[in-house]
């Protein structure tokens, strides 16, 4: 079974850092292009950052732009979402997500419906 597995949520305060991993079980997503999605409660769930297959292009939601960094490196088939100077409004469910609509592509994909493959999610709160 294909899943992929976040970690590195947690509670911080407001200012700190965090750095989420995904790391997919099953098979390599390294030609695949990469998302994070979030979701607070009481609300939908959101494009956050996305990459392509190699990393070289990127992509922010306004609201993580500057503060977000994603990045990936596929010897260890892994996705990372670096985020800086947290604040309480970025309190949600983290999501990591892999498309098979853009392989070996520079497409970078915002809409949820549009990814294959979802984790379970890590917890991200952030206290005032």
């Known amino acids: 079974q294909v899943r992929l597995v976040e970690s590195g949520g947690g509670l911080v305060q407001a200012g700190d850092s965090l750095r989420l991993s995904c790391a997919p079980s099953?098979?390599?997503?390294?030609?695949?292009?990469m998302g994070w999605f979030r979701q607070a409660p009481g609300k939908e769930r959101e494009f956050v950052a996305a990459?392509?297959?190699?990393?070289?292009?990127?992509y922010y939601a306004d609201s993580v732009k500057g503060r977000f960094t994603i990045s990936r490196d596929n010897a260890k088939n892994t996705v990372y979402l670096r985020m800086n100077s947290l604040k309480p409004e970025d309190t949600a469910v983290y999501y990591c997500?892999?498309?098979?609509?853009?392989?070996?592509?520079?497409?970078?994909?915002?809409?949820?419906?549009?990814?294959?493959?979802w984790g379970q999610g890590t917890q991200v709160t952030v206290s005032s």
């Open positions: 099953g098979r390599t997503f390294s030609t695949y292009s």
């Open positions: 990459l392509n297959w190699i990393g070289a292009k990127t």
């Open positions: 997500a892999a498309t098979s609509v853009a392989t070996l592509s520079m497409v970078i994909l915002t809409a949820a419906d549009e990814y294959d493959y």
